[in-house]
């Protein structure tokens, strides 16, 4: 019945799928998870599976992993690499990598669900595994809990996961408190007017309006955002225009904010907003920008007495040493709807996945940023021992420090 994670690992890294088309992967899920005698529900938001494990009284503890990969190249190199291709969202064909180890969360999630059914005897309780859709659009979660989740498992007291980082592979890492960013997404369409490339003079330049307007937006963070305040604003996209010779009609940019209070997050977004009026009226359009908020993940809260708990089950299991205070991330993750939706604390861990010597290495170099591939990279390698068996270990533990030793 032993799970073999290394070949449940290699084989969902070579078969990624990208959000909500997480079918195969659901299905080793579900079908791992009755292999250990736990009880799966299937379609649950889509394509989200989660598994209850009832063993006498006690806390409810819901264990979460994330099941989906991106649209990116894989350029690891790794025998078991991906060379799959997939349709996005817009109809376009991409290739599909697991660029964010969430490969690396569904394997160790199926381990903790089997050491956890294979000790029934130490423990006392019930734990839901919940295997969520999506975590990449930052709609997976919410989309299980709209489909009746908590109608369909127990409410849960404490809500576990970790996120597989660009850390040295064996150490665990937990901040208390907010510890990953909240995220918005904003979407500007500039109004300018088309015409000839020749006769600048009978059109509104959106393409200049554009250039303004992304200048004016790196002030945000370094004039209206405090010091000791923290937030990211980043212009990730900016499209106008089909040929050199004709001035567009519009222009629009992606632009992408990561902040860790609601304060910050409002004033960051009407500045946005203000700037981008503002430069369309500096430009002399006639229509005001049409401006759009979506994928928004909320801030992760970790919970300060469930994160001391859990922190002190680590440094009993791990030794204090590989366990790092990694601090707050400007990295999101949708894990807080889980817990939001119970009324339950939440505590999301970072488990280091890459090969420590690269990082003995690159601290010396000091070019740890720009040597060590993070998530999202075509580079992003996860060391499979001993970041798989930490990984179990870690979530095991936690759950453990609720369910009783
Ligand atoms: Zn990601
Ligand atoms: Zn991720």
Redesign the pocket.
């Known amino acids: 019945m032993a799970l073999d994670l290394e070949s449940l690992y290699t084989d969902l890294h070579r078969h990624p799928e990208l959000s909500y088309q997480e079918h195969r992967t659901a299905k080793i899920v579900a079908n791992g998870l009755r292999s250990l005698g736990i009880d799966a529900i299937e379609g649950i938001g889509r394509t989200g599976v989660a598994g209850v494990l009832v063993n006498g009284d006690g806390p409810v503890v819901l264990l979460r992993a ?1 099941m989906d990969a991106l649209p990116v190249a894989e350029e690891t190199g790794l025998p078991y690499a991906s060379a799959e291709r997939g349709t996005d969202g817009d109809g376009h064909d991409v290739p599909v990598m697991h660029a ?3 490969d690396v969360h569904v394997t160790c999630l199926l381990g903790a669900a089997e050491a956890l059914a294979g000790s029934r005897s130490e423990w006392s309780g019930t734990v839901v595994f919940v295997f969520q859709p999506a ?1 990449e659009f930052g709609t997976g979660a919410n989309e299980m809990i709209a489909d009746g989740l908590y109608d369909r498992v127990p409410k849960p007291d404490i809500v576990l996961g970790q ?1 597989v980082a660009p850390a040295p592979a064996g150490v665990v890492g937990v901040h208390a408190g907010p510890a990953f960013a909240a995220t918005d997404d904003v979407r500007i369409t500039l109004h300018g007017e088309g015409g000839h490339g020749s006769r600048p003079e009978a059109t509104v330049d959106p393409v200049v309006m554009a250039a303004a307007t992304v200048m004016r937006l790196q002030t945000i963070v370094s004039r209206e955002v405090a010091g000791g305040e923290t937030a990211v604003v980043t212009v990730g996209t900016m499209r106008a225009g089909t040929k050199s010779t004709i001035i567009p009609p519009h222009a629009t940019l992606g632009i992408n904010i990561r902040t860790y209070d609601s304060d910050v997050r409002d004033r960051v977004i009407s500045a946005i907003t203000r700037i981008a009026s503002a430069e369309a009226a500096a430009s002399g359009a006639r229509r005001d920008p049409d401006i759009e908020t979506f994928d928004s993940f909320p801030v992760v809260d970790n919970d300060e007495a469930a994160t001391e708990r859990v922190l002190g089950a680590f440094r009993a299991a791990f030794g204090s040493e590989r366990v790092i205070a990694p601090g707050p991330v400007t990295g999101s993750e949708d894990v807080g709807a889980l817990a939001t939706a119970a009324g339950a604390p939440i505590v999301y861990w970072l488990l280091g996945g890459l090969d420590p010597q690269l990082f003995t290495k690159a601290l010396a170099n000091g070019t740890t940023d720009a040597e060590i591939p993070s ?1 999202h990279s075509p580079f992003f390698a996860p060391l499979m021992h001993p970041t798989l068996e930490v990984g179990v270990q870690a979530l095991v533990v936690a759950a453990r420090e609720w369910l009783g030793a």
């Open positions: 994330d964010c180890g969430h975590e996120h998530n």
